[in-house]
């Protein structure tokens, strides 16, 4: 059974940053693709970042180009967000979720699983 385990949310003042790291464990055959999405109270959980674990690369939604920038680290199982200029409209629960294949989905239904999600919460 896959299971995904987010971890680094917190408070932070606007400008300010965090990184937030999400483990990945169980058997995985083939190609994958790691994402994060937010869900701010009240709105549709939205595409923040993906990454292939295979090859590298990347897809960002447009809002977070230039502030966030998505990585891994294959020896850990780990996928990792790092928000720098963050916002107050950056206040979400961040959500990491893994696709089986070679795509880099930026659509919710596109996921085969999630984790439980991790507080961010900016302060004006």
């Known amino acids: 059974q896959v299971q995904l385990v987010e971890s680094g949310g917190g408070l932070v003042q606007a400008g300010g940053s965090l990184r937030l790291s999400c483990v990945v464990s169980?058997?995985?055959?083939?190609?994958?693709?790691l994402g994060w999405f937010s869900q701010a109270p009240g709105k549709d959980r939205e595409f923040v970042a993906a990454?292939?674990?295979?090859?590298?690369?990347?897809n960002y939604a447009n809002s977070v180009k230039g502030r966030f920038t998505i990585s891994k680290d294959s020896a850990k199982g780990t996928v990792y967000l790092q928000m720098n200029a963050l916002k107050p409209e950056d206040t979400a629960v961040y959500y990491c979720?893994?696709?089986?294949?070679?795509?880099?989905?930026?659509?919710?239904?596109?996921?085969?699983?999630w984790g439980q999600g991790t507080q961010v919460t900016v302060s004006s």
């Open positions: 169980g058997r995985i055959i083939g190609s994958y693709t």
């Open positions: 990454v292939n674990f295979n090859d590298g690369r990347t």
């Open positions: 979720a893994l696709n089986l294949g070679y795509a880099l989905p930026n659509l919710a239904s596109a996921y085969d699983y």
